[in-house]
């Protein structure tokens, strides 16, 4: 509903009613309610058409978008200078101006707001920024927290203008977390927020037939109460409700609704899926493909939510099928203003889906994200590496440095495969960022290569001069290598023997090449080589601690990994074994290690019974990239009474979940902010530890590892959805599959097993001779596998298929 709808809104009368009282008392109010609970029809259809009954208003209405600031300047501009409408040059200037001169100075923000309150002290400012969860979703981080203090500042400053100034937010419910993470922020609103809840009965009812009797409409009766019935037994059933009311209007005949018309339209339950599919069957097959290309990208990809994407996004050759899509009302198409590269302000046009009911419900919407899902992942993955480089490249004195922020080892091998696979949905700027990266990475192998040939050129000249006794010396000194790599491989350290193998095979490949290489070298070499490329598996070794290792964990963009250890340090790698920092300040073991979604934090988890928050950035470049890493300590966590034995990061890195042997799991925002507090019970008191937490990868469900020999799966409330009891000792770790469909668990009765969602035992998998330490899936949910790690007689490491057949044992360890 919007503002000239307002006579056909009713049921929200009584919270309209708080709402202006709310209005007229505070600088803030937030209101707060979950996706489709009306918040944004209660603003514009009942509190705006009400305040400006009650007198002359001076109202403002934008949404925050990736540019704030620019949707701001926006809105403000349309109301002081409307004549601008005519000039959109002048008018972008302008716009564009006013949201860098609030960026760029402290205070300019309020300074502005208060000369528009002053100027007109009779006529009170009313700023609504709808969907605030925006902020959060489509804005970056730093221009995020900039728009944020402003906000709070002008709150602040205009405080005593109550009366003549408010702002008003609606959040979505499940967004509250993020808003709640930023300490300053969460004050202000703690006090300031409305909770719209579902509506009941009565204003359901009023909702369906007060429009209709203002229309002269009439509905059959037992019609309105069988709505009713079907509404109470849907979640999320306002949108519900507002589409199967459209379809049923639409099917009217002699100014009556009818229960034809309703059972042909299938109902509150079926109606939006219904029209969905008869939309889409009508399309040429050619358009039905391209369908599902602009929908997989109309939607969340890890939690199956909503999402705003752009028309580069979806591609400038679908927009004409959108526009039509937009007509039949299953997309709502909009635009706003953002900056490009080069700091120009430009019009962005963007499309989402007309509401999340529809990704619920509609089964053939379901199939295609379902089947995309790790596609759209790792395009969503590329896109946030894109933004970064985009971000850093934009200033002239980062531009030298942009090669550090391109795709580079194994994301950019993930690029180029599904380049080759999928290049019609990936658009343009995409594939100028992959392209840009393989010239880069090209250019390093061109450099490589020419250091290495120069230097080739240079030993076999020196061998040439040196004549026959450099030769003789050549033969035997490949003869002492190989002996050496032999002895290296029969005391176990076999990628040092495989290195020395290759040295020495490099060093005879010359020999051969002028015919100098004695025969018995070449035997030598020729039955010991196989030997060690066949016996070897481990890629690379990475010493430094002075103590045992507890947890090991590689960075979701690939360029880190972070090793935890009971000489209390962490130390972070890069994968080729360069060591770039080591983060010191726990008192005791670092048991458990974890990165942030986007790379940036890492939280360790101790036996001094802390967690540790840490920053995380490069420090120094050089030609092949970041060397070293600045740990920077941002928050230390307390408030466990024993150990904390691990630490996970939700899906969306805001909340934390930290394990202990205090019988606890505790729930943090992302700055350190306790949010609750949850007992792990056993029957037994003395069983009561909690060795390994993990999230859901829809962020919904906790997974606990437990004393008492259990998995139990929680809410994030604390309710104990299911207790996994089959294993026969204490649980040291579980895991959920990238799909969410699958758990495993590892225990000290050397076995894991493997468990559907719903707590439904599959599979253990038996093979170890020792606790079985560590549990994880392999990150492709097209082609699982799950990796095991023990201890005790084995001290190895196992691949398993998740049928439960071993694929392989990698063995190299020699100690637990």
């Excluded at 009613?17 to 944004?40: H, M």
């Excluded at 997989?296 to 890890?302: A, K």
């Excluded at 979940?657 to 056993?682: E, H």
Aim: with cysteine; glycine share 6%.
């Amino acid at each position: 509903f919007r503002e000239d709808n307002a006579k056909f809104f009713f049921g929200r009368e009584a919270f309209t009613e708080k709402l202006v009282e709310a209005v007229y008392q505070d600088s803030l109010v937030t209101v707060i309610g979950p996706s489709g609970s009306g918040k944004s029809s209660v603003l514009h259809a009942g509190l705006i058409p009400k305040l400006k009954q009650n007198g002359k208003w001076q109202i403002l209405s934008f949404r925050p978008g990736n540019a704030p600031f620019s949707a701001l300047a926006s809105a403000l501009i349309s109301h002081l200078e409307p004549q601008l409408q005519i000039d959109p040059t002048t008018r972008d200037q302008k716009i564009a101006n006013l949201a860098a001169t609030w960026q760029r100075e402290d205070g300019a923000l309020r300074k502005k707001l208060e000369a528009i309150v002053l100027e007109k002290p009779n006529t009170p400012l009313l700023l609504v920024i709808d969907q605030f969860e925006e902020l959060y979703t489509l804005c970056e981080e730093k221009e995020r927290q900039c728009f944020l203090e402003q906000l709070l500042e002008v709150v602040k400053a205009l405080k005593p203008y109550a009366q003549k100034f408010t702002f008003v937010l609606t959040l979505r419910a499940d967004f509250l977390g993020n808003a709640l993470s930023d300490r300053s922020f969460a004050d202000v609103i703690a006090d300031a927020d409305q909770m719209l809840g579902p509506m009941n009965h009565k204003e359901l009812e009023q909702a369906i037939t007060k429009p209709a009797e203002k229309l002269g409409v009439r509905i059959e009766e037992g019609l309105t109460q069988r709505i009713l019935n079907d509404v109470n037994a849907q979640p999320g059933e306002l949108p519900l409700l507002q589409f199967a009311l459209t379809q049923l209007w639409d099917k009217m005949k002699d100014a009556q609704l009818t229960h034809a018309a309703y059972q042909d339209i299938g109902r509150v339950q079926g109606a939006l899926a219904q029209y969905a599919d008869q939309v889409y069957q009508k399309l040429p097959s050619q358009d039905q493909e391209r369908v599902r290309k602009i929908f997989i990208q109309l939607v969340d990809p890890t939690n199956y939510t909503r999402r705003i994407a752009t028309r580069k996004q979806v591609g400038e050759q679908n927009w004409d099928l959108i526009r039509k899509l937009a007509d039949q009302r299953l997309v709502i198409t909009s635009s706003y203003q953002s900056c490009d590269r080069k700091g120009n302000l430009v019009l962005e046009e963007t499309v989402e889906i007309v509401h999340e009911a529809l990704i619920k419900g509609w089964s053939t919407l379901e199939t295609w994200v379902e089947s995309d899902r790790d596609f759209r992942i790792w395009q969503e993955k590329l896109r946030r590496s894109m933004a970064e480089w985009e971000q850093k490249t934009k200033s002239a004195d980062l531009q030298s440095q942009g090669e550090d922020f391109l795709l580079r080892g194994l994301p950019l091998a993930e690029a180029e495969d599904w380049l080759k696979k999928r290049s019609q949905e990936i658009n343009p700027d995409e594939q100028e960022f992959i392209n840009h990266s393989i010239k880069a990475r090209n250019r390093r192998r061109k450099g490589i290569i020419v250091r290495l040939t120069s230097f080739s050129v240079i030993v076999s000249a020196l061998a040439i001069w040196a004549g026959v006794s450099a030769i003789s010396e050549a033969n035997q000194k490949i003869g002492a290598q190989i002996a050496f790599s032999e002895s290296q491989f029969a005391l176990n350290k076999r990628l040092n023997a495989l290195v020395e193998g290759i040295r020495a095979s490099r060093e005879l490949t010359k020999l051969q090449g002028w015919g100098l290489a004695k025969k018995n070298i070449q035997s030598a070499v020729a039955s010991t080589l196989p030997q060690l490329v066949y016996g070897v598996s481990e890629q690379n070794r990475f010493s430094g601690h002075s103590d045992k290792i507890e947890g090991v964990s590689f960075s979701p963009d690939g360029k880190l990994i972070a090793t935890a250890s009971a000489d209390n340090t962490v130390k972070l790698w890069h994968p080729d074994g360069q060591l770039v920092a080591t983060l010191q300040g726990h008192g005791n073991w670092v048991n458990s290690i974890s990165f942030s979604p986007d790379s940036k934090l890492i939280a360790t988890a101790s036996s001094d019974k802390t967690v540790k928050l840490w920053q995380i950035e490069c420090a120094a470049f050089e030609d092949e990239g970041c060397v070293e890493v600045k740990g920077q300590l941002l928050k230390t966590l307390e408030g466990h009474k024993d150990w904390v034995l691990d630490v996970s990061f939700s899906p969306y890195g805001q909340t934390l979940a930290t394990a202990s042997r205090d019988g606890t799991i505790k729930l943090w925002s992302q700055d350190g902010v306790l949010l609750r507090d949850i007992p792990v019970k056993s029957d037994r008191l003395e069983e009561n530890q909690v060795w390994g937490v993990s999230f859901s990868p829809d962020g919904k469900i906790l997974a606990t590892a437990n004393e008492d020999r259990t998995v139990k799966l929680l809410s994030l409330e604390g309710t104990v959805i299911q207790s996994l009891d089959k294993h026969g000792d204490r649980v040291r770790d579980v895991s959920f599959s990238p799909d969410g469909k699958l758990i495993a668990s590892g225990s000290d009765d050397n076995t894991a097993i493997i468990w559907q969602r719903d707590g439904t035992f599959v599979k253990t998998l038996e093979g170890h001779n020792g606790h079985v330490n560590r549990v994880s899936f392999s990150p492709n949910s097209q082609s699982q596998t799950i990796v095991t790690v023990s201890d005790g007689e084995d001290e190895n490491v196992k691949l398993w298929t998740i049928d439960g057949a071993l694929l392989k044992t990698f063995n190299g360890h020699t100690a637990k």
